[in-house]
């Protein structure tokens, strides 16, 4: 291993990569410090704080930008929505399908269009986050000029960190959307590591110190390994191509394999899950603050909070768990369904010459894929939600109070394992050894 990392650096071009990719995510983490002029940083604080495990994953993905009202205090995510929104439409408009089928330049012009989407949701979330602060006092003045102020600053700083991200893909390593989103996951690990020391080894025996610093370790030693184990998990489905005769000559006849990834979704239908049940709660805790709301809507509030989850003294609350992972099977089978086209496959397979042992091509072929699908989807999806529900257990019973969980790990594992295995063929094509191997 230290030697692969040792002949990263013999290569010219790889180490121009990284280089352009440090010096970018520098500017990411400079960029988050900056505060949005007419802001108080100490009212935000205060308000996270107040807002508890609700604001966390938020607070994770915007490497605590948020928190500080900086200049990237959207992050990528209004990018992330609208990528997921032209998924979801190029599956609905014929127009963005056929885009699609054109190949190299017709992803071009859906990457242009995304970008249009995601300058006007920046806007539109901006101009919300700057009328209703503003309408609360949380800006130290509340008038157009302001407003327009603190739009402009949010939507041009979202736009910059889409803009580098872009860059990072094309003279970097790896995908640079990810890459901007994890290492503003991994700039909370210190600090998160810090309270966890300070608050179940710190002060406390030797014994019971030991055993919490244990305990801590294998939690977090063991969630990794199974995100890594769900994020390379495959079925393989065998597949034998028909013999042909191309003037005197067979050809084909070989045989390979389609990988069905166990987990297919990624962790799309975490995010999914998370957004639609601690949105609400985020909103409320801003406008209204933790207690702002009282009686049946206040009660379905704490049961959407993941804060009040698994706590001895209230754990009727933990229903909304429940509610979390159905989501989450959910999600994986809906997102699935409109990223991975069983009959399509089954139809190129029959017109290639191709087939799955003891399976007649056509309809039964993709019959016995969509079997085969809905069973890992299964399978994946109670992997997400093992992952993403025990950092929240610990957090429920423990009282550890920390802004990365599993979706934050399944996120930061899925992109280090992808970004490895683009420095891999980055190596192999100068017949060096990788990481992998």
Same mark, same amino acid.
């Given at each position: 291993?230290?030697? /692969?990392? $040792? ?53 994770? #993905? ?16 209004? %990018?992330?929505? !609208? ?31 995304? *970008?249009? @989407? ?12 700057? $009328? ?5 006092? %949380? ?37 640079? #959307?990810?890459?901007?989103?994890? $290492? ?6 210190? /600090? ?13 025996? @030797?014994?019971?110190?030991?055993? /919490? ?11 990794? @390994? ?15 191509? /028909?013999? =042909? ?12 394999? $389609?990988?069905? =990834? ?7 239908? @975490? ?16 406008? =209204? ?56 496959? !089954? ?12 399976? *007649? ?28 529900? #025990? ?8 009282? !550890? ?28 094509? *100068?017949? %060096? ?5």
């Amino acid at each position: 291993m230290f030697q /692969s990392f $040792i002949n990263v650096f013999k290569i010219k071009e790889l180490r121009r990569r990284i280089l352009f990719v440090f010096l970018m995510l520098i500017v990411v983490r400079l960029g988050s410090g900056i505060p949005v002029a007419g802001v108080d940083p100490d009212v935000f604080k205060n308000l996270f704080s107040a807002a508890g495990d609700s604001m966390s994953f938020f607070d994770a #993905i915007t490497g605590g930008s948020f928190e500080k009202m900086s200049v990237f205090a959207l992050s990528i995510t209004p %990018y992330i929505t !609208a990528s997921i929104i032209m998924q979801l439409l190029t599956i609905a408009i014929p127009k963005l399908e056929e885009m699609q089928r054109e190949g190299e330049q017709g992803r071009k012009k859906i990457t242009e269009i995304t *970008r249009y @989407v995601t300058v006007g949701l920046s806007l539109f979330e901006s101009g919300a986050m700057a $009328i209703g602060f503003g309408r609360s006092g %949380y800006l130290t003045e509340f008038n157009a000029l302001y407003v327009i102020l603190v739009m402009t600053v949010l939507t041009g700083g979202s736009t910059v960190l889409m803009w580098i991200g872009e860059q990072i893909t094309e003279h970097g390593i790896g995908n640079g #959307i990810s890459i901007v989103l994890i $290492i503003n996951i991994i700039s909370r690990i210190p /600090s998160d590591l810090t309270s966890l020391y300070e608050q179940f080894i710190a002060g406390k025996i @030797v014994a019971k110190a030991i055993l /919490s610093a244990i305990i801590i370790l294998v939690v977090i030693i063991g969630t990794v @390994v199974l995100v890594v184990y769900l994020q390379n998990a495959e079925r393989k489905i065998p597949v034998q191509y /028909s013999r =042909k005769m191309q003037g005197r000559k067979q050809v084909g006849g070989n045989s390979t394999f $389609i990988p069905l =990834k166990v987990n297919t979704a990624g962790v799309i239908p @975490v995010i999914f899950a998370q957004s639609l049940m601690q949105t609400p709660v985020i909103i409320v805790s801003l406008v =209204k603050g933790q207690n702002g709301v009282e009686g049946f809507w206040g009660e379905v509030l704490k049961v959407l909070s993941q804060s009040n989850w698994f706590k001895t003294d209230q754990f009727w609350y933990t229903i909304g768990a429940v509610i979390y992972i159905l989501l989450i099977i959910a999600f994986a089978y809906f997102y699935t369904s409109i990223t991975f086209n069983p009959l399509e496959i !089954a139809n190129n397979m029959k017109k290639q010459g191709g087939s799955i042992p003891g399976i *007649r091509p056509g309809k039964p072929t993709s019959d016995y894929l969509q079997s085969v699908l809905n069973n890992i989807i299964f399978i994946g999806a109670i992997g997400l939600s093992i992952v993403a529900i #025990i950092p929240i257990v610990f957090n429920g019973l423990f009282g !550890a109070n920390v802004s990365f969980g599993g979706t934050s790990i399944i996120i930061v594992v899925g992109v280090v394992i992808e970004t490895l295995k683009q420095v891999e063929s980055h190596m192999m094509v *100068r017949n %060096y050894k990788g990481f992998l191997d």
